[in-house]
């Protein structure tokens, strides 16, 4: 079962543009979506998270939105720099339950000069 | 900055070789975790531990893996016999709360 889903599989962007990558989440259990960035060779790195007692969460350009009652959630990369070319993962995770993480397929961004 | 630290950071191994892939938490966490990420494609949990057992796995974890904290610091995956499948980008997180997981560099397993 494939717990969450996420698009596009990649996105190319010029540089100052906007990355919107999606997610959607089949358990209503999830209470914990997290956002990680990683890098060819590197672990992945945790970026923003969200819980669903709010609908956005923002940290510096990069914005969490969450849509409850649609089960999806979103990641928006405001002024895109080619420092921010990586892959990014959307996960989810039930914290009253366990702790595992359920990752999507990941989203490879190429950010263009 | 606190981080999790993972070694080796590749290893090859022949089929049926048992290994073991070891990992340093961040220091005053509590919860500790092995993914997998399976060349392009997206990470995969496998176990979770906590209060030195296993709090939770997945149906990757089979007989052939174990996990261990041998010691204050250190946590390793064991894998007892090693399978052509099981080459991968194996990662060690590590979390405070149970949430908030941070991930090591990853140790990348060969096996031939």
């Known amino acids: 079962q494939q717990q969450v889903k996420q698009s596009p599989q990649s996105l190319i962007v010029q540089k100052g543009g906007i990355s919107i990558i999606n997610c959607a989440y089949e358990?209503?259990?999830?209470?914990?979506f997290p956002w990680y960035q990683q890098f060819p060779g590197k672990g992945p790195a945790l970026l923003i998270a969200i819980r669903p007692d709010v609908s956005e969460k923002k940290e510096g350009r990069f914005t969490i939105s969450f849509n409850k009652s649609a089960k999806q959630f979103s990641l928006h990369i405001m002024d895109s720099q080619p420092g921010d070319s990586a892959t990014y993962f959307c996960a989810a995770s039930n914290l009253s339950n366990d702790y595992k993480l359920s990752f999507g397929a990941g989203t490879t961004v190429t950010v263009r000069a | 900055e606190p981080e999790v630290t993972q070694t080796p950071s590749h290893q090859v191994t022949q089929m049926g070789q048992e290994v073991i892939l070891r990992c340093v938490p961040i220091s005053n966490h509590l919860y500790f975790y092995w993914y997998r990420q399976i060349l392009g494609q997206k990470v995969e949990f496998l176990v979770s531990?906590?209060?030195?057992?296993?709090?939770?796995k997945s149906e990757i974890f089979d007989d052939q893996f174990s996990v261990e904290r041998p010691d204050g610091s250190n946590f390793t995956l064991k894998i007892r016999s090693t399978k052509l499948e099981d080459s991968a980008m194996y990662f060690c997180?590590?979390?405070?709360?149970?949430?908030?997981?941070?991930f090591g560099p990853g140790t990348r397993l060969t096996v031939t």
């Open positions: 531990f906590y209060n030195n057992e296993i709090s939770e």
């Open positions: 358990n209503t259990a999830f209470d914990y």
């Open positions: 997180a590590s979390s405070g709360e149970p949430y908030e997981q941070y």
